[in-house]
């Protein structure tokens, strides 16, 4: 039988993910500082531990799943982290999209404790998730990526090498500073056809058939009533939240500030995902910025 796989951080996306290692009978043992986001995970018999360090001394496979930087760094450098009790051999997978430096930090740190770090952030939403659809962008020893596909395979339908630790994260910030453009885009767009007296589900249509298509028109559409599924659906709720975005895009100014590299329109789409966070959308899906538009028109 299959030995247990830690999972530390059961989110929007952690708690599918984890519960697609659950399905393919790896049993999971996990951890999440807000004990009400590990129910769902317990009903389905994954053991539920107190802190990264019990889920260490437990398992010698460990995913994670956190929202940022600073939380990457406590969960497994901080008191009761991973790194504390972390048995020599384990194989720690970062599937969170962070800063590549801190990245590189935590391999550094995982190997004078024996251990191998890799960074396997990811691109699709909470529905990609549930349905083991996601793409995993690995960075990290090469020889270590086999062990690594095993468990990414449950819970993504694409598993890329991206090269050494760090670049899976290069990746995934190209890719998400290109959706936070695209989103904007889409959702500007959507609010120009509206006011021009189009019905906004068939301009999605037409635009889904002509060269304006892109993810968010086809896939995630930001405008209510147009596709059913989606957080615009729904109120915003759940997806992937505009905090998050703004933090990819700092991350994405980061970057291109260390390689003196211009990227304009980022950097206003970053400023826009942030003057929402202000506003009130900072728990609402990306998305909303369709609706933000709106209320800046005083519609
Ligand atoms: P989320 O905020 O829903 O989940 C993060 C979880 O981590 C929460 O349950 C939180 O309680 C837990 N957590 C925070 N600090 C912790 C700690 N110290 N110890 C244990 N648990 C802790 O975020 P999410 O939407 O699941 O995203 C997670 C990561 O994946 C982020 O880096 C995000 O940018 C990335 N991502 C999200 C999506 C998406 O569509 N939501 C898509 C691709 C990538």
């Known amino acids: 039988s299959k030995t247990p796989v ?4 059961l989110g929007n996306m952690g708690t599918p993910m984890a519960k697609n290692l659950l399905k393919n009978g790896y049993p999971v043992i996990a951890t999440d500082v807000f004990p009400e986001s590990c129910k769902e995970l317990q009903d389905l018999n994954a053991l539920v531990v107190d802190s990264p360090a019990e889920v260490a001394k437990k398992a010698d496979r460990i995913i994670t799943m956190l929202p940022s930087s600073p939380d990457v760094l406590k969960v497994y450098t901080g ?39 890799m960074d396997a952030p990811v691109t699709g939403g909470v529905g990609a998730a549930s349905l083991a659809r996601l793409t995993f962008m690995v960075g990290g020893l090469e020889e270590e990526y086999n062990a690594a596909q095993e468990l990414l395979t449950c819970m993504g339908a694409n598993v890329v090498y991206c090269g050494q630790v760090g670049t899976g994260q290069a990746a995934k910030i190209c890719n998400n500073m290109l959706l936070a453009i695209g989103m904007i885009g889409t959702a500007e767009t959507m609010n120009l056809g509206i006011r021009l007296g189009l019905d906004p589900k068939l301009l999605a249509k037409i635009l889904n058939m002509s060269s304006g298509r892109c993810w968010s028109s086809d896939t995630y559409n930001p405008v209510p009533g147009v596709m059913e599924g989606v957080p615009s659906a729904n109120n915003y709720q759940g997806g992937f939240g505009t905090t998050l975005m703004a933090k990819d895009l700092g991350l994405a100014q980061n970057t291109a ?38 209320e800046e028109e005083g519609q």
């Open 79 to 117: 008191p009761n982290g991973i790194l504390k009790n972390v048995k020599k051999g384990t194989l720690l997978i970062d599937s969170s999209t962070i800063d590549p430096a801190v990245s590189r930090q935590m391999a550094v740190a995982a190997e004078k404790m024996g251990a191998v770090f």
């Open 257 to 294: 500030t260390d390689t003196k590299t211009s990227i304009p329109l980022s950097s206003l789409a970053h400023q826009i995902y942030r003057v929402m966070c202000s506003r009130g959308y900072a728990n609402k899906d990306f998305s909303s910025v369709f609706q933000f538009l709106r």
């Open 6 to 9: 830690g999972f530390i951080g």
